[in-house]
T-cell receptor
Framework: AQKITQTQPGMFVQEKEAVTLDCTYD???????LFWYKQPSSGEMIFLIY??????QNATEGRYSLNFQKARKSANLVISASQLGDSAMYFC?????????????FGSGTRLQVQP | DAGVTQSPTHLIKTRGQHVTLRCSPI?????VSWYQQVLGQGPQFIFQ???????GRGNFPDRFSARQFPNYSSELNVNALLLGDSALYLC??????????????FGPGTRLLVL
């Protein structure tokens, strides 16, 4: 069975500083994808970044980077130079090749608050 | 290009009623997935459809059903509503019902309140 664990219910960061949101996962599949989504109070899930299990390099998208440590089964999101608009819920999710499991499995989320 | 659209945005129903939620995927996307997000939790997978066929089903009762139309839009139906069905219902679209690398793009959701 797949599982995503996000152990930080809430995080605070000062504007312009970097912040790391933790995510660990569990799967027996060798092929899987890891995703991070941002959910503002409006409710829409906004795709941020993707990391494949076979990717050699850590993924980066603008101010977002994914610190992928396969042996430790962790996929932490790093946001550099935080902005007030980054305040939102952040969800880590996984999708694997397991038969019939092409759905995303989500963690419980981390609420990030960026302070001026 | 338009993103994923969902209607209605908000809905209030009473216990025992039936509800239909609608979703239009991103143009060119052939797969639609539905998720339920209860307050304070991450989304839970309900269904995935690809080319009008069900490709996956989550752990939800038979009161939940869905279908996909030839234009790839989709409906989620919930019968005999319970208070616990109150949630944000999210629709996600993807190009194919492909492998682990395929990104799903979400719509704004429908907030359902059951009284």
């Amino acid at each position: 069975a797949q599982k995503i664990t996000q152990t930080q219910p809430g995080m605070f960061v000062q504007e312009k500083e970097a912040v790391t949101l933790d995510c660990t996962y569990d799967t027996s599949d060798p092929s899987y994808g890891l995703f991070w989504y941002k959910q503002p109070s409006s409710g829409e899930m906004i795709f941020l970044i993707y990391q494949g299990s076979y990717d050699q390099q850590n993924a980066t998208e603008g101010r977002y980077s994914l610190n992928f440590q396969k042996a430790r089964k962790s996929a932490n999101l790093v946001i550099s130079a935080s902005q007030l608009g980054d305040s939102a819920m952040y969800f880590c999710a996984m999708r694997s090749e397991d038969t019939g499991r092409r759905a995303l499995t989500f963690g419980s989320g981390t609420r990030l608050q960026v302070q001026p | 290009d338009a993103g994923v659209t969902q209607s209605p945005t908000h809905l209030i129903k009473t216990r025992g009623q039936h509800v239909t939620l609608r979703c239009s995927p991103i143009s060119g996307h052939k797969s639609v997935s539905w998720y339920q997000q209860v307050l304070g939790q991450g989304p839970q997978f309900i269904f995935q459809y690809y080319e009008k066929e069900e490709r996956g089903r989550g752990n939800f009762p038979d009161r939940f059903s869905a279908r996909q139309f030839p234009n790839y839009s989709s409906e989620l139906n919930v019968n005999a509503l319970l208070l616990g069905d109150s949630a944000l219902y999210l629709c996600a679209s993807s190009l194919e019902a492909g492998g682990p690398q395929e990104t799903q793009y979400f719509g704004p959701g429908t907030r359902l309140l059951v009284l």
